[in-house]
């Protein structure tokens, strides 16, 4: 069974910082590609920053350099930076990852999501 365990969110005043990481744990082969995506009440889940196990790099538009995403592939992890956060940053993070892994019936490929982390930021 393959899991993903999010840690670092809570309550951050504007400007501040946070770190999010995201460990992936189970009978794992291989991990393709790794995520965050976030959502705010009332509104769809979307793309924060996606990375590669090549270390190539993807970020939602609204990220504007103040977000960095990595992942370490000897620890399966996945960490997100985030720098001068706004109000509107608040939402649940959830970390994503596409992974091939040993089941009952066979090696599968899988999209595996976290529980999801909460991100506050106060003005």
Do not use: H
């Not at 992936?24 to 196990?53: C, D, F």
């Not at 001068?84 to 599968?108: F, H, W």
């Amino acid at each position: 069974q393959v899991q993903l365990v999010e840690s670092g969110g809570g309550l951050v005043q504007a400007g501040g910082s946070l770190r999010l990481s995201c460990a992936a744990s189970g009978s794992i082969l291989r991990i393709n590609a790794m995520g965050w995506y976030r959502q705010a009440p009332g509104k769809q889940r979307e793309l924060v920053a996606a990375i590669t196990s090549g270390a190539g790099t993807n970020y939602g538009d609204f990220v504007k350099g103040r977000l960095t995403i990595s992942r370490d592939n000897a620890k399966n992890t996945v960490s997100l930076q985030m720098i001068s956060l706004k109000p509107e940053d608040t939402a649940v993070y959830y970390c994503n990852a596409r992974i091939t892994s040993v089941q009952k019936m066979g090696v599968r490929d899988g999209d595996y999501w976290g529980q999801g982390t909460q991100v506050t930021v106060s003005s």
